[in-house]
């Protein structure tokens, strides 16, 4: 009888077959009427993109901002301003082979301005400005036809320079020709950028600017500096002062980071326009922001 019922002897066994062909049947023809029904259902909701994140943070994790430079402009444009014990100095680069460099001093405060660009020597582009003796400066700049990098000094106010090779031979640098080199003490050196700026050395520090983020260099590497978003620096002794975006300052905001990191809040300039090129520098009682038209004096 088991043998019967497994390979259909009998009309039983026949129309148990046929009943479970037709259920089979129906099962198959409800399954292709389903999937029918979904293809052609409107599609009205898009899919939303899988979430990726980066690896060990967690899903309410905020991103991080990447930097981005306050101001993007000619190299020509670039500012420098350097403050002495009874006069200030400031100057635009120009570029060899392209616009002239400019360099002013000022002995009240900022108010007015004296050119005292050393035309007569060749001057082609400036690559730095210090004060020095409390009414003298020197400049590191590209001169003549060759662009041949010389550091001048003035010790009558601005009036006369000459060069002193000696003392270039110890200073900090971006090269005039190819910004994506330091020279420093008379070795050439990789910027961290292509676009090196704003470079400020003293005995202790050298520090510069690219694409919005401030470098200090740590032996013989770049360490980046936060805040981010820089729009100038400056030197004041091992410190490191920054002007830079900050959404609680409606201008450039100021942050002294110390050697070891740390930062500290030193002040806002509402009036600084961060699409124009910015210069800062220290003195004893304020710093000075020279941006756009505006000469700004902060109180430290």
Not at 33 to 45: F, I, K, R
Request: some cysteine; overall charge negative; hydrophobic content about 45%.
């Amino acid at each position: 009888m088991v043998r019967r019922a497994e390979f259909g002897g009998t009309a039983r066994g026949w129309i148990l077959g046929g009943v479970i062909v037709a259920l089979a049947a129906a099962a198959a023809t409800l399954t292709a009427m389903a999937m029918a029904h979904v293809s052609a259902a409107p599609s009205d909701e898009r899919v939303a993109p899988v979430p990726t994140f980066t690896q060990d943070s967690p899903a309410t994790s905020t991103p991080t901002p990447t930097a981005t430079p306050p101001a993007l402009y000619d190299r020509a444009q670039e500012r420098f301003v350097a403050v002495g014990a009874e006069a200030l100095w400031r100057g635009t680069a120009g570029a060899c082979e392209g616009p002239a460099p400019t360099l002013e001093r000022s002995t009240d405060d900022g108010d007015t301005w004296t050119d005292v660009t050393p035309t007569y020597l060749g001057v082609a582009q400036l690559a730095g400005v210090a004060g020095f003796a409390g009414t003298e400066a020197e400049i590191i700049a590209a001169m003549g036809d060759a662009c041949e990098v010389q550091l001048l000094r003035t010790f009558t106010q601005g009036k006369f320079w000459a060069p002193y090779p000696d003392i270039l031979a110890g200073a900090a640098y971006v090269d005039a020709a190819d910004p994506s080199t330091v020279v420093r003490a008379g070795e050439a050196m990789a910027a961290p950028c292509d676009d090196a700026r704003g470079l400020r050395g003293s005995e202790s520090a050298v520090a510069l600017v690219c694409a919005g983020i401030a470098y200090v260099l740590d032996g013989a590497e770049w360490a980046p500096l936060i805040p981010q978003n820089v729009a100038a620096l400056a030197l004041d002794g091992d410190d490191v002062v920054l002007a830079h975006l900050a959404p609680e300052c409606t201008g450039l905001a100021l942050t002294r980071v110390a050697p070891d990191g740390s930062t500290t809040d030193a002040g806002c300039a509402d009036v600084a326009d961060p699409a124009e090129p910015a210069a800062l520098a220290v003195a004893e009682d304020y710093v000075v922001l020279w941006s756009g038209n505006d000469w700004v004096n902060i109180p430290r």
